[in-house]
Structure formats: C-alpha cells, structure tokens
C-alpha cells in the first residue's frame, strides 16, 4: 500500500518521478485512472506496463515543455458535473490562468463547487487543475494547502510568473 497526498492508501502501477514530487500512476487497463502527489517516495513497479510507458512518455513531454499535449486516454469517474469541469480544466492553455469564478461563471456554478471537484481531480498535471487560482491569489491545490508549492512549481514551469 502506497500513501497518497490526501493520505488515503493506494497501490500504484508506476511511480513517476517528477522534477517536483513523485506521483503515483494508476491504470485501468489500457487508460489512466489517476495519478496522486506522493508524500514520501515509494518503490515502482519492477516491468511497467505499455500504457504506463506511454503515460511516462507523455508526462516526460509534459516536463521538457509545458506546452506539449497530451494524447492519453484517461478513466474519469465522477458525477456529471465534476466531468464538466474537469473537461474545462482541459481547456485553459499551459502558461494561463483562470480564477475559481471565472470558471464558475463560464459554467454557470458556484466558486465553491468549482474548487471542489478539482479537489477530487484525479489526475493531476495532465488535468491542469493548478491553472485555476482565487481570485486574491494562489488558492489551494489537490484539497491541500501543504502541496501549493506544487501548484507554484506547475504555474512558473509554465511560464506563469505573477507568484
């Protein structure tokens, strides 16, 4: 069993190891299921899987440049609504920002239902819920204050540069 960011345990099967923070790869079958910010580091599986392969090429892409798209093909489970935002997230281009209430206001919501379901994201980078902020300033990431100096890292790999 694997401790996830949220501190809920998890197996993984792959560990990443980002320049900012290990993340933990969870497939369902051929597609991505969730990737979680490790708190300590863990041991990957010893032979990845093709589809963990190409999830590591692409956040590999992801690092080198943050422009870079991703073609993954991911297992989103969550309400209808938490697939709306999530399929928002999608959209704002690397390098750009969107408040809690600019988003809200673009799906006709709340800021607060807007921070949670990216709170319950669960993929994190390739799902870019770190290009969403408060409208006085960075907000929180992942349901975690303590992991905002991910968010920080992910907006000025980006090019994001106000923080």
């Known amino acids: 069993m694997r401790k996830q960011a949220n501190g809920s345990n998890q197996t993984y099967d792959a560990i990443y190891r980002s320049p900012v923070a290990p993340l933990g790869i969870t497939m369902q079958g051929y597609r991505l299921a969730a990737m979680d910010w490790l708190l300590e580091a ?25 422009r870079s798209t991703s073609t993954i093909t991911f297992n989103l489970i969550g309400t209808a ?20 209430g600019q988003l809200a206001r673009r799906l006709k919501t709340c800021a607060q239902a807007i921070g949670q379901a990216c709170r319950t994201n669960p993929i994190a980078v390739l799902i870019p819920c770190h290009r969403v902020i408060a409208a006085q300033g960075l907000g929180g990431y992942m349901g ?10 992910l907006l000025r790999h980006e090019g994001v540069t106000w923080l």
Request: net charge positive.
């Open 42 to 66: 863990v041991p990957a599986p010893l032979t990845p899987s093709k589809a963990v392969t190409q999830v590591v090429r692409s956040l590999d892409q992801y690092f080198a440049d943050s």
């Open 81 to 100: 609504f938490q697939q709306r935002v999530w399929q928002a997230l999608q959209t704002i281009p690397s390098g750009e920002v969107m408040t809690y």
């Open 144 to 153: 975690e204050q303590r992991q905002t100096r991910i968010k920080k890292w």
